[in-house]
Nanobody, 115 residues
Framework: QVQLVESGGGLVQPGGSLRLSCAAS????????MGWYRQAPGKQRESVAT???????NYADSVKGRFTISKDNAENTVYLQMNSLKPEDTAVYYC?????????WGQGAQVTVSS
């Protein structure tokens, strides 16, 4: 099983920024299409951003222009830079394959945007 570990969540004021990290096993990102997902309480989990092995990226309309997904193959880490955060961004954020594979959902990282 490939281990994916999210970190970097926290409490931030509206308009603030956070950077999430997703640590993967060695060389994992060379061969796998990855995604960031989020789920607010009582809502369905949704895709936020994806990044291919080529580093081609896609974003949900709700985060375009504010969030940036990137990766560092040498560090085996996927990042989600989150700028201009809004209260509606509050959710637990997860990384997984794209499309996601059920067995790899982890605990996620809590992001709370509130004044």
């Amino acid at each position: 099983q490939v281990q994916l570990v999210e970190s970097g969540g926290g409490l931030v004021q509206p308009g603030g920024s956070l950077r999430l990290s997703c640590a993967a096993s060695r060389s994992f990102l060379l061969f796998n299409h990855m995604g960031w997902y989020r789920q607010a309480p009582g809502k369905q989990r949704e895709s936020v951003a994806t990044i291919a092995p080529s580093s081609n990226t896609n974003y949900a309309d709700s985060v375009k222009g504010r969030f940036t997904i990137s990766k560092d193959n040498a560090e085996n880490t996927v990042y989600l830079q989150m700028n201009s955060l809004k209260p509606e961004d509050t959710a637990v954020y997860y990384c997984n394959f794209f499309p996601p594979v059920e067995q790899y959902w982890g605990q996620g990282a809590q992001v709370t945007v509130s004044s």
